[in-house]
């Protein structure tokens, strides 16, 4: 069965560092991979998507890199700061249908 | 959550009892979604719909309907709600031919 795990469910990092999130699946083949992220009692917001064909893209202080060999997406956020703290969810898709991790919540102590 | 909005926001209800839960969006969007969210689950997908009257299911659908009878508007349906149906519950929606999906503020739902 499709399987999808988000690196350890809590990061924390200090303000002006970078965070690195990892997201790995198996037994899927995603068309792309977007990224999310969802704030405490809020609905997720849409961040970034990478196509199969797309090795990495950029916006702003955020990159997400896909390898699809590996089948792993890294999301890094640089000059983190506090508001940056959140839950970050990755999610596969196909057809117009997502498949979602559980979360990394990661917290930027000042 | 500009354009869709979920309603009620919190419920509480006891076994048994049937609830209908609402999503409505002012977008004009062609496919709109109902997910659980659980700790430890993260988001499953319940129903979707790509269409008025075109609805299909997700990958924990038992115990779920849904209709669509209007563009704007996904209803959810517990017939008979269960204890393990506790959970935040959120609707999204897209475009035609777009990936992304924008997610209402969810839905708080205790059953007792």
């Known amino acids: 069965s499709q399987k999808i795990e988000q690196n350890s469910e809590a990061l924390n990092i200090q303000e002006g560092k970078t965070a690195t999130l990892t997201c790995n699946y198996t037994?899927?083949?995603?068309?792309?991979l977007q990224w999310y992220r969802q704030d405490p009692g809020r609905g997720p917001v849409f961040l970034l998507l990478?196509?199969?064909?797309?090795k990495e893209k950029r916006k702003e202080r955020l990159k997400v890199t896909f390898d699809t060999t590996l089948k792993q997406s890294l999301f890094h956020i640089t000059a983190s700061q506090p508001a940056d703290s959140a839950t970050y969810l990755c999610?596969?898709?196909?057809?117009?249908?997502?498949?979602f991790g559980d979360g990394t919540t990661l917290t930027v102590k000042p | 959550d500009a354009g869709i909005t979920q309603s009620p926001r919190h419920k509480v209800t006891e076994t048994g009892t049937p609830v209908t839960l609402r999503c409505h969006q002012t977008?004009?969007?062609?496919?709109m979604y109902w997910y659980r969210q659980d700790p430890g689950h993260g988001l499953r997908l319940i129903h979707y719909s790509y269409g008025v009257k075109d609805t299909d299911k997700g990958e924990v659908s038992d115990g779920y309907s849904v209709s669509r009878s209007k563009t704007e508007d996904f209803l959810l349906t517990l017939e008979s709600a269960t204890s393990s149906q506790t959970s935040v519950y959120f609707c999204?929606?897209?475009?035609?031919?777009?990936?992304?999906?924008?997610f209402g503020p969810g839905t708080r739902l205790l059953v007792l």
């Open positions: 999204a929606i897209s475009g035609q031919g777009e990936e992304t999906q924008y």
């Open positions: 990478i196509r199969e064909n797309e």
């Open positions: 999610a596969l898709g196909n057809a117009g249908k997502s498949t």
């Open positions: 977008e004009n969007h062609r496919y």
């Open positions: 037994n899927y083949s995603p068309a792309y």
